[in-house]
C-alpha cells in the first residue's frame, strides 16, 4: 500500500507540476523572471545551472561580467519578441533593487551589459546581415581606384560581430564603416559613434546608419529615418542605450578593391618611438575628408619592457601610400603588411577576452608636446606599477580624429564635435588588464590609473585647442560622456528620450552605458 500510494502520489505531483508549467504559472521567485513566463516566453528564458545560461555568461568579454549571476536571461530571436520582453518587464513594479541589463556583442565593459540583481536581455541570437538592393554579380567590376557608395543597403542585427558582418559582404567587394576588431558587436559600436578604417572617406560608424528599427519602452516597434522619427533617428547616432533596443540597422555600403587592401600590423622597436610619434602626428594633420589611409598606434608595457605596434591601412590597396613611408627607415620585429581581405585585419585584432580591463578616454591635441607627454605619463605608470609589484599590464592606443569628421555626416549626429573639436585631435585611450586572478589588485591598480589619466587631462587642458569629447566606445564609468557632447545635445537628447519612453525605463530600469539622467552640463 506504501509503495502504491507513493507512486500514485509522484504521478499527481508530476501531472500538477506539468499543468502548472503548461498555464505559465511557475513562480521563480524573482518577478522579472515571472514576468517573462507569463508572457509566454518560457522557450527562451533560460536559468542558472543551465548550458545556454553558462554559454551566455561565458562569451562576455570582461571577465568581471562573466562572474555575474542574474536571475535569468531572455534571449529574443525576433523584434516582436524583443518587444514582449521589454512590455513583460516594464509592467513589472521596479520596486526593490533590480533591473535589466541588454547585451548584444557583450564586449563592453565591466557592468555596461550585465547585471546581478535582475534580467538580462540577451541579444545574442539577433546576429544575422544581409544585403537589399543588391546585384547578383559582386560590384568588383564597379572598381575604379577609389572607394564610392553603392546602391545596395546592409541590414545588421545588433549582435553580430564585425569579423562576420565584414567577410560576409566581401563576398561582393563591398563594406561599411564598422568595427575593426572581429570580436566586437554592431550594436554597441554603432550606438556610440564608432570608428572605422573607412572613417576618413565616410564619417563616423553612426553616421552611415540610414535606417534603425527600434523597439521603444511601451513595446512599439517603429523605424527611425530621416522622413520618419528624425529626432530619433538623429539620437541614436552616439546616444547610447538611453531611446530603446535596436534590433536592426541598415547602413549604406560602398565599393573595395577586388584585389585587397594594402596593411596590416607591425611591431617596431621601442628604440623607435620618437620617429613613431613624429609621423603620427604628421599623419592625422594630413588626412583629409577623402583620404583612404586609416593608422592607430599601441603602446604595451608589463613594467619591464616596452611594445609597441602599429596598424596601417590603405583602403584602396595602396602599397606606397606616402602617409606611411616613414615606416620603411625603421627597424621592425614583425611586419605583417600586405595586400590582403579587410577580413583578416578583423581577424588579426580580435581578442575574445576573459581577463579584467580598466581604462579611461582622452581627446589631446595631435602635437609632439602631447605625445612625449603621453610617453612620460606612460613609462612613469608602467615603473610605479612594476615597483608596488601589482601585475598590471598597460595599454595606451592613440587612434586619429580628425577634423573633418564633425561635418562629415549630412543627417547630422549628438556627438558635438562641431563646437567641441577646434583641431584634427588624437583620441587616446589608455587602460590596464589584470588576469582574472589577480582580481584584488582592482583597487590600486585603478587609483593609479587615474591618477595617470588626470595628469595628462590637465596637461592637455592648459593647452591651446583643448577638446573636452569623450569617445563613449572606451570611456570609464567615471567620464561623462553624454555631457561632453555639449549643452545643446544633451537637452535634446532629454527631449527625445521624454518624448519615446515617457517613464524612463530605459533611464532607470535598464542599467550600464552612459545614462542621460545622470548627464551633466558643461561650460
Known sequence: ??????????????TTLTAVSQSNEVTTGFKGCDALLDSGLNDIVVFPGSSAYNTSMST????????VQPWCIVQPRSAQQVSTVVQALGNVSGAGHWGV??????????????????????????????LVQASHDNEASHWNGTSVISTSIARIHPAAKWGNIISYLEQYNLSVTGGRSGDVGAAGL??????????????????????YEVVLANGSIIEANRHHNKDLFRALKGGGNNFGIVTRFDMRTFTLPPDGVYGGLMVPTWDSVDTVKHQFVDYVHSIGMGSHDHEFVVWRSNG??????????????????PNFLPFDNISTDYDFRALQPLSNLAAS????????DMAFVLTLQATMDIMDKCEEVFLSLAKDVKQAQIPLSITAVFQPLPKHLASASSDGNVLGLKQNLPDSSIIFDIGGTLEDSAIEYEGVAYSKLAKAVEELRL???????????????YANPEQDTIGSYGNDNVEFLKYVAAK???????????SGGAKLSRAGYHD
Do not use: P
Not at 349 to 356: R, W
Not at 459 to 470: K, M
Open 1 to 14: 500500500m506504501v509503495a502504491k500510494h507513493l507512486v500514485f502520489v509522484v504521478a499527481t505531483l508530476g
Open 60 to 67: 562576455y568579454y570582461s571577465s568581471e561580467n562573466r562572474r
Open 101 to 130: 541589463a541588454v547585451r548584444s556583442g557583450g564586449h563592453g565593459y565591466t557592468g555596461s551589459n550585465a547585471i546581478r540583481y535582475g534580467v538580462i536581455i540577451d541579444l545574442t541570437f539577433l546576429n544575422s546581415t544581409e
Open 190 to 211: 554603432l550606438l556610440a559613434g564608432g570608428i572605422s578604417y573607412h572613417s576618413q572617406l565616410w564619417g563616423m560608424s553612426c553616421d552611415n546608419v540610414i535606417n
Open 304 to 321: 619591464t619592457d616596452h611594445n609597441m605596434m602599429v596598424m596601417t591601412v590603405s583602403t584602396d590597396g595602396n602599397k606606397a601610400s
Open 349 to 356: 585584432t580580435s581578442d575574445t577576452g576573459g581577463s579584467y
Open 459 to 473: 596637461f592637455s587642458a592648459a593647452r591651446e585647442r583643448h577638446s573636452s569629447y569623450v569617445y563613449m566606445n
Open 500 to 510: 519615446y519612453d515617457a517613464h524612463g525605463f530605459f533611464q532607470y530600469r535598464v
